[in-house]
């Protein structure tokens, strides 16, 4: 069983939507959970970090569900700019191990 | 913020020909910093991981002696993929870490292609 998994997608949706995304762990040891964007042919780039209590980032909010060990993403009022690949990323106690989900494709179309 | 610069972003060389890729993170002290190579719309696959001082790890299949990893400093680790040839063409991406428990962030990366 892969550490972390993703749905790949891709997920097309009109601008202005709301999508979410998931993502499952597999060890019960993880630490940090982060989210980050990777645009064709570029660099990831980090877009948050997940914290236990969840966070929210302008239109962006993540979540950490401990007991489901799942992760999740909302993205509210998509925009053209957000579409790119999201991938999870996930790390254990010893924090040099980081795992990434194969990442989930986004495309919002006008 | 933690910005990584990876150099160069485009390398295009002949068969046998040995390249380096220098990391280095540019506004934080790196305590662990990553090599990935990533082919087309596959995922990111880490090669090795490499702490200041101390011989770099490598993940199972990737040949240490084809991909050299110098981690002199804390602000810059250098990848030399030696002898390369046309299947080394990929992206190769470093990323930096500025303690335990903090996100990674990565470099531009670097094209590679062997002709």
């Known amino acids: 069983r892969k550490e972390v998994e993703q749905d790949p997608g891709p997920f097309n949706v009109p601008e202005g939507a709301t999508v979410a995304f998931n993502c499952t762990y597999s060890?019960?040891?993880?630490?940090?959970f982060f989210w980050y964007r990777q645009d064709c042919r570029k660099e990831p780039k980090l877009l948050m970090s997940v914290y236990s209590s969840g966070n929210e980032d302008g239109r962006f909010t993540a979540q950490l569900n401990r007991a489901s060990q799942y992760i999740s993403l909302l993205i509210r009022d998509s925009k053209l700019s957000d579409s790119a690949t999201y991938l999870c990323v996930v790390t254990r106690r010893n924090f040099n191990k980081f795992y990434f989900g194969s990442g989930t494709k986004l495309n919002v179309k006008p | 913020g933690a910005v990584v610069s990876q150099h160069p972003s485009w390398v295009i060389c002949k068969s046998g020909t040995s390249v380096k890729i220098e990391c280095r993170s540019l506004d934080f002290q790196a305590t662990t910093m990553f090599w990935y190579r990533q082919f087309p719309k596959q995922s990111l696959m880490l090669m090795a991981t490499?702490?200041?001082?101390?011989?770099?790890?490598?993940e199972q299949g990737v040949e240490k002696d084809k991909f050299l990893i110098n981690h002199a400093s804390l602000t810059l680790s250098t990848l030399t993929v030696t002898s390369a040839h046309p299947e080394d063409s990929s992206f190769y991406i470093c990323?930096?870490?500025?303690?335990?428990?903090?996100?990674?962030?990565f470099g531009d990366g670097t094209r590679l292609s062997i002709l």
């Open positions: 060890n019960s040891a993880s630490q940090s």
């Open positions: 990323s930096a870490i500025q303690g335990p428990g903090q996100p990674q962030h």
């Open positions: 490499s702490n200041e001082g101390s011989k770099a790890t490598y």
